[in-house]
């Protein structure tokens, strides 16, 4: 079955880094796209970036466009989210999510990682 788990979330200070890993199973990336969204207190859930299936084309919210990078490791079936120059409001329980329209819509999401950003 598909799963994903995420880790990486800790309490960092702004202008800090973190690298968050979704661990990926019961899937190929040729055929599922990947995306990071969060969601942080008293607010909807966002997406912050996503990998398309296949050739891996990103995308990124304009909040984080030049400071987070979202890169897979098919080896290693983990998708990474690399968050560099943290601000506060990046504060968020951050959640990777696996989608494939191809036969029917399939959608899969991890439990989430906290990131606390300290200003």
């Known amino acids: 079955e598909v799963q994903l788990v995420e880790s990486g979330g800790a309490l960092v200070q702004a202008g800090g880094s973190l690298r968050l890993s979704c661990r990926t199973s019961?899937?190929?990336?040729?055929?599922?796209?990947v995306g990071w969204f969060r969601q942080a207190p008293g607010k909807e859930r966002e997406g912050v970036a996503c990998?398309?299936?296949?050739?891996?084309?990103?995308y990124y919210a304009d909040s984080v466009k030049g400071r987070f990078t979202i890169s897979r490791d098919k080896a290693k079936n983990t998708v990474y989210l690399q968050m560099n120059n943290l601000k506060p409001e990046d504060t968020a329980v951050y959640y990777c999510?696996?989608?494939?329209?191809?036969?029917?819509?399939?959608?899969?999401w991890g439990q989430g990682t906290q990131v606390t950003v300290s200003s």
């Open positions: 990998i398309s299936s296949g050739l891996g084309d990103t």
């Open positions: 019961g899937f190929s990336y040729e055929h599922y796209a």
């Open positions: 999510k696996a989608a494939s329209y191809l036969n029917g819509d399939y959608e899969y």
